[in-house]
């Protein structure tokens, strides 16, 4: 199990040298694909937190109390916690979601605001790797799905973290290494899951209802209105709907791939 949380891991980590298409696809293409990325990433979020971590950890609590009133009332109010959390840690670590919108005539300071961004995607990615590796350690199935609602999320936001980087003042291959410098926290936070969830279930029962709060935090606050703030006609908006449903689709569809339950 300890492999699959590694690969589950380093996958995500190195999701952030994608930053690298802001620089090679124009600024038109890249705002256009960006927004679907959003809307697929919100979609995926949303069916990764109500079909899977939030069934799963009422399952978990019905086991380990005995009874379903109990179990679902610690589950959500965990999942309100989680909800709080993010909301906290974006606020006060000023977890900066550009999702790759980022303009050349912005200007800004690197030294306050991009090791600030660094810090806070760090501290972000460690987080990614607990959820990641106590959602293994309930089962590979749902490892994998949490994995993959993630890295949907994880595009756009490491596309716009390299954007500020470059037009803070960072050399390319300067930004690209502290970006994934920043990324493999991911790593550490699987490892450091993988040894704390293995030896207390309760590890795992406090985690993915919190994990799911935080995962309908990021769909509702920062993905969503990031697709409404846009005016677009009426043929966009449907094709942003029906991208964000896709999201929501494919976390589902997972649940039939011949991985272990």
């Known amino acids: 199990m300890l492999i699959s949380i590694l690969l589950a891991t380093l996958a995500i980590s190195f999701l952030s040298l994608i930053g690298v298409l802001t620089l090679v696809v124009s600024k038109t293409s890249l705002d256009r694909l960006l927004l679907f990325l959003i809307a697929l990433a919100a979609g ?7 079909l899977h971590l939030i069934p799963e950890s009422i399952e978990l609590a019905e086991e380990m109390t005995g009874n379903s009133h109990a179990a679902l009332e610690q589950v959500f109010l965990f999942l309100i916690g989680g909800f709080c959390l993010f909301l906290f840690l974006e606020q006060g670590l000023h977890w900066h979601h550009q999702h790759g919108r980022v303009h050349e005539g912005h200007t800004c300071d690197k030294k306050p605001l991009s090791y600030l961004i660094l810090f806070g995607d760090g501290v972000h990615n460690l987080i990614d790797g607990l959820v990641i ?20 999320h994880e595009i756009p ?39 704390f969830a293995g030896r207390s279930e309760a590890f795992m029962l406090y985690l993915l209802p919190v994990a799911a709060g935080g995962f309908l935090y990021l769909a509702a606050s920062d993905l969503i209105p990031e ?35």
């Not at 995926?44 to 109500?50: D, E, N, T, V």
């Not at 449907?238 to 569809?253: D, E, K, Q, S």
């Open 133 to 152: 590796a106590a959602s293994f350690l309930v089962s590979p199935l749902t490892g994998w799905i949490t994995t993959v609602a993630v890295a949907l």
């Open 227 to 261: 697709i409404k703030h846009e005016h677009q006609e009426g043929k966009k908006v449907f094709a942003y709907f029906l991208t964000f449903l896709l999201g929501i689709a494919i976390v589902w569809m997972m649940r039939f791939l011949p991985i272990e339950h």
């Open 157 to 195: 936001q490491e596309m716009g973290d390299f954007g500020v980087l470059v037009y803070g003042g960072f050399k390319r291959s300067r930004a690209l290494f502290f970006n994934l410098l920043s990324g493999l926290t991911a790593v550490l936070g699987g490892v450091i899951g993988y040894f």
């Open 44 to 50: 995926g979020l949303m069916g990764g937190a109500f």
